[in-house]
Structure formats: structure tokens, C-alpha cells
């Protein structure tokens, strides 16, 4: 493995300015000390606040075809460190470097995908009911984008959102998870490569503070959630925070996009081509160790398969291997940390109470680690979808529940507070279309015949109900990060007024 000092430089990362005694980081890996960084107080993310909005206010009057060139050049320089900052997410995430280099990957779509929308930012012409008249709306820039990420996406969350925030004229402040803030320095590093091109082309024009990162705790998330100067705020993490920082903004009328916990279900129907409904499941419910907010977490499997089924994935349980993130042939890598271990430990005593069947689960030493959290993923049989079921466990576990009616599948997919991801596996085309259907799966996201995880950028992303209902990335997700006006003009010599009011006078 290239030496962690060499990594750094070679990302340009220098953390002399961030150096102190705050907060240590450490890979979850090995749980060896990577960092030790000072956090930001509330008043330097108050500051950071009101350099943003500046920034906002000289970046809005540059045409968004000219900012998205600054996100065309962000988007070469990730394409430039791609390897470097994947093995970096790797090293501080704990997920394998195939999902750690994929996430680079997805920052590298996100940015394509905005440097396109940079020139399609179009509002509709409307048809007025008055001669003469002509409607349109234009999309304006909003003002300053907070965006509060989580450790199991520790740079593609901020890109998503970034690389939309910067198109559509806005400056960005990010608060990432005190988990993961190594990975948050080195993005500010490679944005500021970027930057200083984009500035040699055009002097002048790129204000400093465009974006911002904030290293600390969850004080700075409550600020940028109090700030009224933050104009939107976009969250991704548990329910819990999410419930906080919606209220926050509220009440100050501000806008928040939500992006909260999911507890995914797949329904495995009698007609499904299970080998590649096998794959499905194993890489939803165990890749990045159970830690997406994708997850496959619960599995519907009709009885006429059902024992079929289990035991295959029990088959893949037992060989999946679970080791060091940086091999080329682990499958699992370690939980982020001895919290989510013994959350995970926790959920599974409960399912036991509950009448579950537990397989896997167990600890597993990784190189004689005692620091770091490796775990073998857990089947659990449940007999029927009990409180536990219902809880988002951030961990490798998948609860598998027998059904016999089509209808009954789908109300125990929709049964949960959460609404982010599900699937089905089915060949018979009524089933399909029946899942996606109003009357189908109530999350965000239903696919057929693939997986609960993994989705692609051009989609837009989110959930329902408990998940917060924000849609990110893809689609008319840039929406949210502009202001809509609607304008009238009259281009006739008389004033009728609209519903055919008379105001003579
Ligand atoms: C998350 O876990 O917060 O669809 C996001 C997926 C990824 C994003 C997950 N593209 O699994």
C-alpha cells in the first residue's frame, strides 16, 4: 500500500492549518490513528457563512455555462485523482477500493452531468389567458448551499450536491461527518486545483470562499441549520439528525432537502432468475458492509422458493470474504466503527427475542486487529416483520420473511416508516409493473430485476415518508438549488387584468 504521508501529497493535501488535538481520525481499517485534526468553532462557521454569501453574490452574475466550465475542470481533476482519492475513502471509510474508486466515479458522472445542465437550466414559456401577453419562468441562483454529508459516502453526497449547487450560481459551506474529514480536506484541495485553472483562463471572475468545509461536530451542522443567510440546506444521515435540522430550518422558512435512512426491501418472486437475483441480494445487503442508506435489509421471498432461496444466500454468507478493504478480493470490508458494532450486535440479540433465526453475525478477526470491526454478515429468519424489522440497523444484516400472496408482499415492503429503495425480482410483467405502480412500492426508488443499491447519477435520489422526501443528483434535482420566478409581460396597449376583473378608472 502507497505510504498515507505519500497519498496526502500526492492529493495536495497539507493539513498544517488543520492540525490539533480536536479530533482524531482513524482508519477503520486497523483503527490506527490517521490524523488529528482542530475543529472550526461556531463563529469561524458563521464567518465561513458570510464569506459564502459574498461569494454567492459576485458568482450569480457569471453565466452558468461559465460556471459549469468550473465544474468541467473539477471533473478532470477528480478524473486525475481518481485512484488517489478512492484509496483515501477507502482508508478512511472502511469500504473496498473497488466501492471507494466507484465513488470518485460517481463524483466524476455528477460533474459531466452538470456541465451539461449548466447549458439547460430552461424554464417553460406558459401560454397567457390574456392578448398580448406572454408567461415564462426563469431559474435564478439561490444563495448559500449548506450541505451536512455522512461517513459511508464521504465525498460523492458533497458532489452530488455541489456540482448542481455551483451550475446553478450558488456557493457551497460542507460540514461532513467528523468521521470522515480527511476525505472532505482533500476534496477542498482538489477543488481548489480546479479553481486555480479555471482562474488562469478567466481572471477575475471566481470569488473566493465558493466552497467552504467546516471540520467539527454536529454544533457547526446547527449553525449552518440556524443560519438565515444558509438559503438551503442538504442533509444526509440518520433520521434522527434529519428530524433536528428540518425542524431548524423551518422555522426560520428556510429549505431543507432531506436524505435519511432507508430499510430496503426486495420481494423475490416464484418466476425470478435467482442466480442473478443471488448477486442482487449479496451485493445490496453486504457490499460497503451493510452501510449505504441503499442497503438491502429485508427480503420477501415467496414460499414456493423461499427455502431455496435461504439457503443459497446462507451458501454465500458463509464464503463471502470478509477482510482488509485495500485487498483486491474482499468483498466485505469493517464496520466504521465499535458503535456500529455493538449496534449491530444489539439488533441481532433483538431479532433473537423476537423469534428470529441468526446466521453469521459473528466478529471476525481481521490480521489480529482489535481496534477494527469486521464482522461476517448476518441472515436473520424472521417469522413475521416484528419492531426490530422495522429499526435501520447500519450494518451487514438481512432479515428474510416468507410470502405466499403478491398483494401481501408489497403491503410488507410499504409496512415501515422509511421509503428510500426497493426492488423486485419477477419475470411475469403484471408483478413488474403492478410493484411500480401508485399502488405498488411507496419509496423513491423501485427497480426491477436489479438490486436496492448502487444507483446511477442521471436518476434523481431520494425517498419518501422517514427518508426526508429531498430528491438529489439526477433529473430536475437541480430545481432545488434555484429560485423560480414567474414573469408576466404585457406587450399590448391595453391593461385586462387576468380572471377578467374590471378595475375601470
Ligand atoms: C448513501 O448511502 O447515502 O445508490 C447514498 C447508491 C449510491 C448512493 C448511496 N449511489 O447506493
Redesign the pocket.
Given at each position: 500500500m502507497m505510504h498515507i504521508s505519500t497519498l496526502f501529497s500526492k492529493l495536495g493535501l497539507d493539513f498544517a492549518a488543520q492540525a490539533g488535538d480536536d479530533l482524531q481520525v482513524r482508519s477503520p481499517r486497523d483503527g490506527a490513528a490517521i490524523a488529528s485534526l482542530q475543529t472550526h468553532t461556531v463563529q469561524e462557521a458563521e464567518t465561513a457563512i458570510q464569506n459564502a454569501h459574498q461569494a454567492f453574490e459576485k458568482w450569480r452574475s457569471v453565466p452558468a455555462p461559465v460556471r459549469g466550465e468550473l465544474v468541467r475542470l473539477l471533473g478532470e481533476v477528480l478524473r486525475e485523482n481518481r485512484e488517489q482519492l478512492g484509496t483515501l475513502v477507502t482508508l478512511e471509510s472502511g469500504k473496498i477500493l473497488s466501492e471507494g474508486i466507484g465513488e470518485v466515479q460517481?463524483m466524476i458522472d455528477i460533474c459531466d452531468f452538470a456541465v451539461g445542465l449548466s447549458r439547460q437550466l430552461y424554464g417553460l414559456t406558459i401560454a397567457s389567458e390574456r392578448a398580448g401577453h406572454r408567461m415564462m419562468e426563469s431559474w435564478h441562483p439561490l444563495g448559500v448551499v449548506g450541505v451536512i454529508s455522512?461517513f459511508?459516502?464521504p465525498v460523492?453526497?458533497w458532489c452530488w450536491n455541489s456540482a448542481l449547487a455551483l451550475v446553478c450560481g450558488n456557493a457551497v459551506v460542507w460540514k461532513p461527518s467528523e468521521k470522515t474529514p480527511i476525505t472532505a480536506l482533500a476534496v477542498q484541495a482538489l477543488f481548489e486545483q480546479a479553481a486555480a485553472r479555471f482562474s488562469e483562463q478567466r481572471p477575475d471572475l471566481l470569488p473566493k470562499h465558493l466552497s467552504q468545509v467546516l471540520i467539527g461536530r454536529a454544533d457547526l451542522g446547527e449553525t449552518l441549520a440556524r443560519s438565515p443567510k444558509v438559503a438551503l440546506l442538504s442533509a444526509?444521515g440518520s433520521v434522527r439528525m434529519g428530524r433536528k435540522v428540518a425542524t431548524v430550518v423551518a422555522e426560520r422558512l428556510g429549505r431543507s432537502l432531506l436524505?435519511l435512512g432507508g430499510n430496503n426491501g426486495m420481494i423475490i418472486a416464484p418466476s425470478a432468475d435467482l442466480s442473478l437475483a443471488l448477486r442482487a441480494i449479496t451485493f445490496s445487503a453486504v457490499g460497503?458492509a451493510g452501510q449505504?442508506?441503499?442497503s438491502l435489509r429485508r427480503l420477501f421471498v415467496h414460499s414456493s422458493i423461499y427455502d431455496e432461496v435461504v439457503s443459497s444466500i446462507e451458501r454465500v454468507y458463509a464464503s463471502v470474504k470478509v477482510g482488509d478493504p485495500l485487498n483486491a478480493d474482499t468483498l466485505v470490508g469493517p464496520l466504521v466503527d465499535q458503535h456500529a458494532f455493538d449496534a449491530m450486535q444489539s439488533a441481532l440479540a433483538q431479532a433473537k427475542a423476537e423469534g428470529g433465526t441468526v446466521t453469521g453475525g459473528e466478529r471476525v478477526s481481521v490480521n489480529g486487529d482489535s481496534n477494527a470491526f469486521y464482522v461476517r454478515p448476518a441472515l436473520v429468519r424472521m417469522p413475521q416483520q416484528s419492531a426490530i424489522v422495522h429499526h435501520e440497523t447500519f450494518a451487514p444484516i438481512l432479515y428474510v420473511l416468507r410470502y405466499d400472496q403478491f398483494d401481501d408482499a408489497i403491503r410488507l415492503n410499504n409496512a415501515v416508516p422509511q421509503g428510500l429503495?426497493s426492488a423486485i425480482f419477477t419475470n411475469d410483467v403484471r408483478e413488474a409493473e403492478a410493484f411500480m405502480a401508485a399502488t405498488g412500492s411507496d419509496c423513491g426508488l423501485a427497480n426491477v430485476n436489479i438490486g436496492t443499491?448502487?444507483?446511477?447519477?442521471g436518476g434523481a435520489?431520494g425517498g419518501e415518508k422517514d427518508t426526508g422526501g429531498g430528491r438529489e443528483s439526477g433529473s430536475d434535482a437541480w430545481k432545488n438549488y434555484m429560485r423560480r420566478a414567474t414573469n408576466t409581460i404585457n406587450y399590448s396597449r391595453t391593461l385586462p387584468l387576468a380572471q377578467g376583473v374590471k378595475f375601470d378608472i
Open positions: 460517481e455522512a459511508n459516502f460523492a453526497v444526509t436524505e460497503t449505504r442508506c441503499t429503495s443499491s448502487g444507483a446511477e447519477i435520489f
